[in-house]
């Protein structure tokens, strides 16, 4: 368990909702309103795991491009750790008889 005290990650509903992303899709920030706004590649299909992630990816690389950011840039200050006390202490709810 010590090792997942090493995770990070980021909130990308916290990066498009700044300014100069928020504008590339009409101020929505739901992920196919990005897609369409902002992405080259193939539809996917919404709302399927592994196509959420490479649209989002793609999503975050067009926006880091727009601001003139590496995509890790764009993201370094939205990086949070974990909170594992308080993750573990969420999750013992869902372990009580």
Known sequence: MSSLAAWKYVDTLNVVKLDGCAKLADGCAKLQC?????CRRGA??????????????????HLAATLGLSTEALLKPFVY??????SLASFSMF???
């Open 81 to 86: 750790g974990l909170d594992l006390p308080a």
């Open 34 to 38: 990005l897609r369409n706004a902002c």
């Open 95 to 97: 372990l009580r008889d």
């Open 44 to 61: 996917g299909r919404s709302h399927r795991a592994l196509d959420d992630a490479i649209v989002l990816g793609d999503v975050l690389g």
